[in-house]
């Protein structure tokens, strides 16, 4: 069994980016009522402060800070794909160790985070509202409807066509 090294911090700010075991699938925007409701059951037993999010239909990417003292962000990703796998029809495919192990083939098993300083939060903030343009989905970063960005403009952190459809510099952040 693999040991992975986290930097876990009690308390602490995280990037994460959480993919669909089939990329090409569009489940999370066509199944985006079951993801919200998923999102809120966990953070409704297990807190969190949801910083910065956009989904995408293959995956999400999304910053938020647990609460003084916690650091359980594991359980809180494993709660969530859990409760939004339940709405969803099984009939994916499944590798034969997925099987054998009776899980779902909606989610890849891992997921990319790491710890967020001040310095950075910005970045990742930005490579977040960024992204649905990135990958083609929209023509202004304000056109996509999956995102935390609206918030950030009503919080006046973002001019309302910031992003705009002009091709900015690709920060090395999430997936590659």
């Given at each position: 069994m693999a040991n992975y090294r986290r930097n876990i911090v009690p308390g602490g700010s995280f990037f994460f980016t959480v993919n669909l075991a089939d990329r090409r699938s569009h489940l999370l925007t066509d199944?985006?009522?079951?993801?919200?409701?998923?999102?809120?059951?966990?953070?409704?037993?297990?807190?969190?402060?949801?910083?910065?999010?956009?989904v995408l239909p293959d995956h999400l990417h999304c910053i938020w800070t647990l609460p003084p003292g916690d650091r359980d962000f594991a359980t809180r990703w494993r709660l969530?794909?859990?409760?939004?796998?339940?709405?969803?029809?099984?009939?994916?495919?499944?590798?034969?160790?997925r099987v054998a192990k009776a899980e779902r083939g909606i989610w890849q098993r891992r997921y990319w985070e790491h710890t967020l300083r001040d310095r950075v939060f910005e970045a990742h903030c930005n490579y977040i509202h960024f992204n649905p343009l990135k990958h083609g989905h929209v023509t202004r970063v304000s056109a996509w409807p999956f995102s935390s960005?609206?918030?950030?403009?009503?919080?006046?952190?973002?001019?309302?066509?910031?992003?705009?459809?002009?091709?900015?510099?690709?920060?090395?952040?999430?997936?590659?």
């Open positions: 199944k985006i009522a079951s993801l919200r409701s998923a999102y809120r059951v966990v953070a409704q037993r297990h807190p969190f402060i949801t910083e910065a999010v956009v969530i794909k859990t409760e939004f796998s339940k709405h969803i029809t099984v009939g994916e495919r499944r590798s034969s160790s960005f609206k918030k950030f403009v009503q919080a006046g952190v973002y001019p309302s066509d910031w992003g705009g459809g002009a091709q900015e510099e690709d920060a090395d952040h999430g997936e590659r």
